[in-house]
């Protein structure tokens, strides 16, 4: 099973400020099978990027994916009030055996 | 507008039973493979079964194997799981989401219900 580590735990930024989050793979994913979401309280996780790098319809642009093999990242270039929650990345495996990351909580500062 | 509507949740004692039902609307519902997602109290988010459009192919994660069955009726366009011998560590929000797929493999969630509540309790 391949195990997705976020980092960090907890991200405290500010309105404005850029945010970088980090998911790291056991073993090489496929950037095809790579995806981020988000999840604000009492709400069902939302897709964000999928393939790594494409933005799901309706997601603004200061969302952008990354990454290959073993390392991902989501950046969202200008932190709005609604972006502040909680961000998992999945990777989509055979058989299939999908996987979540731990999930990082971004938090206004 | 795809909608996907779970119910069946509630309070069940260890060892019992439930049935969850996913009811969607927006898609020709046989054309997708659609799994289950859970995610218990502050934690985070664990994929549970996945079944194909056809109902033909199911899998699961190791934590629910022989005590979960995923099932579907394209017929009433209705995504189903029945939860046997529960257990405390069950205790979740259970989600069904549906899987964006190709012709031979799928890639990721694209739409989710709000969730359904189960709580395993004595």
């Known amino acids: 099973e391949i195990v997705l580590t976020q980092s960090p735990g907890t991200l405290s930024l500010s309105p404005g400020e850029r945010a970088t989050l980090s998911c790291r793979a056991s073993q090489s994913v496929s950037s095809s099978f790579l995806a981020w979401y988000q999840q604000k309280p009492g709400q069902a996780p939302r897709l964000l990027i999928y393939g790594a790098s494409s933005r799901a319809t309706g997601i603004p642009d200061r969302f952008s994916g990354s990454g290959s093999g073993t390392d991902f990242t989501l950046t969202i270039s200008r932190l709005e009030p609604e972006d502040f929650a909680v961000y998992y990345c999945q990777q989509y495996g055979s058989s299939p055996r999908i996987t979540f990351g731990q999930g990082t909580r971004l938090d206004i500062k | 507008e795809v909608q996907l509507l779970e119910s069946g949740g509630g309070l069940v004692q260890p060892g019992g039973s439930l049935r969850l039902s996913c009811a969607a609307s927006?898609?020709?519902?046989?054309?997708?493979?659609m799994s289950w997602v859970r995610q218990a109290p502050g934690k985070g988010l664990e994929w549970v079964s996945s079944?194909?459009?056809?109902?033909?192919?199911?899998y699961d994660a190791d934590s629910v194997k022989g005590r979960f069955t995923i099932s579907r009726d394209n017929s009433k366009n209705t995504l189903y799981l029945q939860m046997n011998s529960l257990r405390a560590e069950d205790t979740a929000a259970y989600y069904c989401?549906?899987?964006?797929?190709?012709?031979?493999?799928?890639?990721?969630?694209?739409?989710w219900g709000q969730g359904t509540l189960v709580t395993v309790s004595s």
């Open positions: 989401a549906k899987a964006y797929c190709s012709s031979t493999t799928c890639y990721y969630f694209d739409y």
């Open positions: 079944i194909s459009g056809s109902g033909g192919s199911t």
């Open positions: 927006g898609i020709t519902f046989s054309s997708y493979a």
